[in-house]
T-cell receptor, first 113, second 113 residues
């Protein structure tokens, strides 16, 4: 099992460009989420999904869109990148029934110039 | 809302020293509590967890006890090694509703030989 995979590992964007960060899991976990990690602030929740077809906003959703068409994939879209979105992005999964341990992907380091 | 407060770093120790990283939380109900570790250039790994009051989580010589009366979950290790150098995050997961993690800001540990 690959667990949680994220692509790309590194990305540099110019202000105003758009891109999609990919997240895939092969554990058949119902719950998936996206966090961003900024120095001195821990990780903050951007969006999450409790199952295919269902998404909701977290603490810092502005500037990001998500969709969940399958259990396996949960892409994060930046519509018009801004320097404030320079961060490390982590995808995480959680087993639905009774699970409380989240599994993290390796992260994507994004720089917006 | 839920929140996690942990001691600021960096914490610098000599090898074989005793480690304590303080963590306190604010949450309604009975959250689950976690310590995650992030080694340089890597994603987050679950170090240990506790799901109810007075539970003790332990792993790799690290321990933390869920203290509801003091709303704390302090991380301890009796004898640190250079390989323990990393950033440690305390986190909680609510017992109801959204199951995302709320993280503390992280504490960097540096162990010197």
């Amino acid at each position: 099992n690959a667990g949680v995979t994220q692509t790309p590992k590194f990305q540099v964007l110019k202000t105003g460009q758009s891109m999609t960060l990919q997240c895939a899991q092969d554990m058949n976990h119902e719950y998936m989420s996206w966090y961003r990690q900024d120095p001195g602030m821990g990780l903050r929740l951007i969006h999450y999904s409790v199952g295919a077809g269902i998404t909701d906003q977290g603490e810092v959703p502005n500037g990001y869109n998500v969709s969940r068409s399958t259990t396996e994939d949960f892409p994060l879209r930046l519509l018009s990148a801004a320097p404030s979105q320079t961060s490390v992005y982590f995808c995480a999964t959680l087993r639905g029934q009774g699970g409380n341990e989240q599994y993290f992907g390796p992260g994507t380091r994004l720089t917006v110039t | 809302g839920n929140s996690v407060t942990q001691m600021e770093g960096p914490v610098t120790l000599s090898e074989e020293a005793f480690l304590t990283i303080n963590c306190t939380y604010t949450a309604t109900g009975y959250p689950s509590l976690f310590w995650y570790v992030q080694y340089p250039g890597e994603g987050l790994q679950l170090l240990l967890k506790a799901t109810k009051a007075d539970d003790k989580g332990s792993n790799k010589g690290f321990e933390a006890t869920y203290r509801k009366e003091t709303t704390s979950f302090h991380l301890e290790k009796g004898s640190v090694q250079v390989s323990d150098s990393a950033v440690y995050f305390c986190a909680l997961s609510a017992s109801t509703g959204r199951r995302a993690l709320t993280f503390g800001s992280g504490t960097r540990l540096q162990v010197q030989p």
